[in-house]
């Protein structure tokens, strides 16, 4: 089993709809939860950051994590045809240096 | 420009030859990983350095893979003697430890590798 899950999709949503993403993971060091974004033919960009537990909201981007569940998610509100992307999970514990462990990605396609 | 470079973008490789993949990253950045990044998979770790030094290695796949930043900068990833199994993207990332950022890894266009 992986450290950190992630539904791999296809997700397709029209336009302004909201999108929820999700990993769950099972190493309870993790601390730092991560969103990345990565276009095809393109490296990862980091969309959200959270430290352990909570809500963090950045424009249309909300991230929550939930430690006790082991379970973090991304809402993404009004969703554009330019989000269309995979959307990987990304976690860091406090020990093990600083590599991070990624979910398998979801790809995500916004329609008009 | 100011983002992290890999050079080449592409490779095509044939079973049993030796590749050397180059990454430059981000001016300044004293960490930088590297991840290998299969078909409709999330990067995996493969090896991180700090300056010169070499931290983690326990990503590498096999011997045949070997990782090197000598001076501190560019950094290369070699494999030995390619295998089919070794076709992937393989992505270079840099950060910045101490800074309020740190946590940020920011990550390359990647090399795609095939190996025929």
């Known amino acids: 089993q992986k450290e950190v899950e992630q539904d791999p999709g296809p997700l397709s949503v029209p336009e302004g709809a909201i999108v929820s993403l999700n990993c769950t993971y099972s190493?309870?060091?993790?601390?730092?939860f991560m969103w990345y974004r990565q276009y095809s033919r393109k490296g990862p960009e980091l969309l959200m950051y959270?430290?352990?537990?909570g809500n963090k909201e950045d424009g249309r981007f909300t991230a929550q994590v939930d430690k006790s569940s082991k379970y973090i998610s991304l809402f993404i509100r009004d969703s554009q045809p330019s989000d269309s992307a995979t959307y990987l999970c990304?976690?860091?514990?406090?020990?093990?240096?600083?590599?991070?462990?990624f979910g398998t990605g979801t790809q995500l396609k916004v329609e008009l | 420009g100011a983002g992290v470079s890999q050079s080449p973008r592409y490779k095509v490789a044939k079973r049993g030859q030796d590749v050397a993949l180059r990454c430059d990253p981000i001016?300044?950045?004293?960490?930088l990983f590297w991840y290998q990044q299969a078909l409709g998979q999330g990067p995996e770790f493969l090896t991180y350095?700090?300056?010169?030094?070499?931290?983690?290695k326990s990503g590498l796949p096999s011997d045949r893979f070997f990782a090197e930043r000598p001076e501190g900068s560019v950094s290369t990833l070699k494999i030995q003697r390619t295998q089919q199994e070794d076709s992937a993207v393989y992505l270079c990332?840099?950060?910045?430890?101490?800074?309020?950022?740190?946590?940020?890894?920011?990550f390359g266009p990647g090399t795609r590798l095939t190996v025929t």
């Open positions: 990332a840099s950060s910045s430890p101490g800074t309020v950022t740190s946590y940020e890894q920011y």
């Open positions: 190493n309870s060091a993790f601390q730092y």
């Open positions: 959270t430290y352990s537990s």
């Open positions: 990304a976690m860091r514990s406090t020990r093990g240096g600083n590599k991070l462990t």
């Open positions: 001016s300044g950045h004293v960490s």
């Open positions: 350095f700090q300056n010169e030094a070499q931290l983690d």
